[in-house]
Each structure stands twice: as C-alpha cells, then as structure tokens.
C-alpha cells in the first residue's frame, strides 16, 4: 500500500489521485530513493595501499564512473595519487638498487 503525500490516506497501489484531497500521485516519496554508489572507487582507493597498479587502473574507472554517479570523485583522485606515488617510489628505488648492483659488480671486477 501507499499513502498520499499530502494528507496521509491510504491508496490502492494503482491509484493515480488521492481519493480524498485530489493530490497527483507519483513517486509518493514512501519509498527511500536509492542512491548509486561507486564502489569502483573505493575499491581503487583500498588497493592502491597494496597493489599500485590495481588501484591506479580502478582510480580511474571509478572517476570516469564519478561523473555518471555524480559519487566517488575524492576516493578516485586520491587512489590516483597514492597509486601514481607507489609507483614513482618503486622505481626510483629500483634504479638505486640497479645502480648499487652495478657499482658492487664494478668494484668486484676491479
């Protein structure tokens, strides 16, 4: 059953007036809208802590989903970030332990 949204009477589920004030009923409200969520992006968010690559491939799914779901937006560009930062720091420390490596084979070699 729904109620009308104007004075409260009980209405048939097909009713498309209130019988007894003449409010047009729709959408009555009685039922909770439901909002979507982006649960790619806080997904992205929580593997970009663990897994880089992962988290960065979903950061930005999930902020091309936030602008459709208008939800997602901030958990997106921080899992971006974080992602982007593993990354960079990843690689920066290979380079120093290559680096390293090298020098220690270069030395061993002398």
Not at 27 to 46: C, D, H, T, Y
């Amino acid at each position: 059953m729904k109620y009308c949204s104007k004075c409260g009477t009980e209405l048939v589920d097909e009713a498309v007036v209130c019988v007894k004030c003449g409010c047009a009923v729709g959408s009555l409200g009685n039922e909770p809208e439901v909002k979507k969520k982006n649960a790619v992006a806080l997904l992205g968010f929580i593997l970009s802590f663990f897994f880089s690559i992962p988290g960065l491939i979903l950061g930005i799914i999930g902020l091309v989903q936030s602008k459709k779901l208008k939800d997602g937006k901030g958990f997106s560009i921080a899992a971006i970030c974080i992602s982007a930062f593993s990354i960079i720091c990843f690689i920066i420390m290979m380079v120093i332990v290559v680096a390293a490596s090298v020098n220690d084979y270069n030395a061993a070699m002398a």
